[in-house]
């Protein structure tokens, strides 16, 4: 069952007073054939809650309200425009510059609360930056609050690659950054020329302090070296900061407190992440990760997602069971140890699915994308927890599949709820489908799309099928997807309007 609060202004009665105040909700104006006239069980405040619901995403409904006075004399009720239950387009958001392949509303994309962060590495030359927006205290718009830059910004560094926020902290990733150092300190050195370490990649932290964001982290692989790309992925959670990088060659496996000397570096891009934890106003690395069976060309930490007790890492070059199948690790730590839980896969894994591509973490759920299977339509897996045990709880593909969709691409969970982006689906619908249907037509190539679904027992059932407002040939919507709470936000980096800005509501710009 659902539940919906309803509020209203209270009124007045000079000769009896206000004894309650009843509400009705209806599938038309006026109507009360989904709920009845009944008390609140707040009486006089304005605001009640009603129970018990049965509503459907996609179907709209009325809201009335009346007061009943001391002599239980009913008052004229007061009619509420209709709400649509379901998904519809708050904000779309452009970057202040439109310079062509800014790649902004690519896969880097992190929200908490009422804070959004999205990346744009290709800005400026691909030097980069990260806008920051803030939702309005009624829920109901957004607005720019600043654009972060690196306090060394250099052509070519891919600064916002990758992004994550937790509360006051926000990480971003610089994979192509080429400072030298092996530490943590507050900020970087500003002359890199005579000791540049080309492409070693970098990840900064921001802090909040009031209204402002300021740089307060700058952090460098322990093993830094050329052609490293630190920061390829980033996540946080309270006071821990994951780093991932697809090009560690340490022959090492497992997990130890920080990477191993020597040159026994045979394990080209076999991938690494490493895990920061508080040290004083700065970090230290507390955790190095390698996949258990490290191999060439695993590319273990392409895709990361942390929570206060775990950390999921996707592997999709991973070639145990096929040339590129993939898979994804699963850890569970505290502040004193790390182990790893679980070495996850599909029911059915085949060369080249990409498995690992996108991960999402949620309690005792975890979502993994393989945007390369079958062939290149792709799929998503939930695997569930039970004590210690993960196992495959449900294998999601698009209604409407179809070759090159690349549907798992992108994955984001969020209580019962998990939003896959299928960027190369090809649909020219502009609108939100609620339900389990979904456009079956090719004629707009890679416009893209995003898919929603709602946990019913051991089953996701489809509950909505998202495209965009203003969607083309070639905007690959759906490359970047976030959903938390009622909110999604999906990313179409190839969208060509040229907005500068961003707008709240339903319109977009052709």
């Known amino acids: 069952t659902q539940s919906t609060k309803i509020t209203w202004s209270p009124t007045t009665d000079n000769l009896s007073g206000i004894l309650r105040y009843e509400v009705a909700l209806g599938s038309f104006p006026g109507g009360d054939d989904i709920f009845g006239w009944q008390d609140t069980t707040v009486a006089l405040n304005g605001g009640g809650i009603v ?44 970057g202040t510059s439109t310079a062509t392949q800014n790649l902004f509303g690519s896969d880097s994309i992190a929200m908490d609360g009422n804070t959004l962060v999205v990346g744009v590495p290709e800005f400026n030359n691909e030097t980069g930056a990260v806008y920051v927006y803030d939702r309005s205290a009624d829920g109901l718009s957004w607005s720019q609050t600043v654009v972060l830059t690196a306090s060394n910004p250099t052509s070519g560094d891919r600064f916002g690659q990758s992004v994550a926020i937790s509360g006051s902290t926000i990480v971003v990733g610089s994979p192509l950054e080429d400072s030298p150092g092996t530490t943590v300190v507050t900020s970087p050195p500003t002359d890199i020329v005579i000791n540049r370490i080309t492409d070693s990649g970098a990840a900064y932290v921001f802090k909040l302090s009031g209204s402002t964001w300021t740089e307060a982290a700058f952090i460098k692989a322990p093993n830094s070296v050329q052609d490293y790309l630190f920061g390829s992925s980033v996540a946080v959670n309270g006071t821990v900061i994951a780093v991932g990088t697809t090009a560690d060659n340490k022959n090492t496996s497992g997990i130890s407190t920080s990477p191993p000397g020597g040159n026994a570096n045979s394990k080209t891009n076999s991938g690494a ?27 273990f930490g392409t895709s990361l997602a942390l929570s206060s007790t775990a950390i999921l890492v996707g592997a999709p070059g991973d070639s145990t069971l096929g040339a590129n199948s993939g898979a994804a690790y699963l850890y569970r730590y505290d502040a004193s140890s790390c182990v790893l839980e679980s070495y996850v896969r599909p029911s059915v894994t085949l060369p080249g699915q990409q498995f690992g591509v996108s991960v999402g973490l949620g309690t005792n759920l975890a979502v993994v994308g393989a945007p390369s299977d079958s062939p290149n339509s792709g799929s998503a897996y939930v695997f569930a927890r039970s004590g210690s045990t993960w196992a495959q709880q449900y294998h999601l593909t698009a209604s409407n599949s179809s070759s090159g969709d690349r549907f798992g691409a992108s994955v984001s969970i969020s209580g019962s709820m998990i939003l896959v982006g299928s960027p190369g689906e090809s649909s020219s619908q502009t609108t939100i489908t609620h339900g389990t249907s979904s456009a079956s037509d090719q004629s707009a190539p890679t416009a893209g799309a995003a898919y929603v679904y709602r946990q019913s027992g051991t089953t996701w059932p489809q509950i909505a099928y998202v495209k965009a407002g203003n969607g083309k040939t070639t905007d690959t919507f759906g490359s970047g997807v976030l959903i938390s709470d009622n909110t999604l936000v999906v990313g179409a980096p190839n969208e060509d309007s040229n907005q500068k800005s961003l707008s709240n509501g339903s319109a977009t710009a052709t």
């Open 273 to 299: 992440v490493h895990v920061f934890g508080p040290s004083g106003s700065l970090w230290v690395g507390r955790m190095y990760l390698k996949p258990s069976n490290v191999a060439v060309e695993m590319k």
């Open 51 to 94: 129970t018990g619901l049965n509503l459907t995403e996609g179907s709209r409904y009325y809201a009335s309200v009346r007061a009943v006075d001391g002599a239980l004399n009913f008052g004229v009720p007061k009619q509420a425009d209709g709400w649509l239950i379901g998904w519809i387009q708050q904000a779309y958001g452009k």
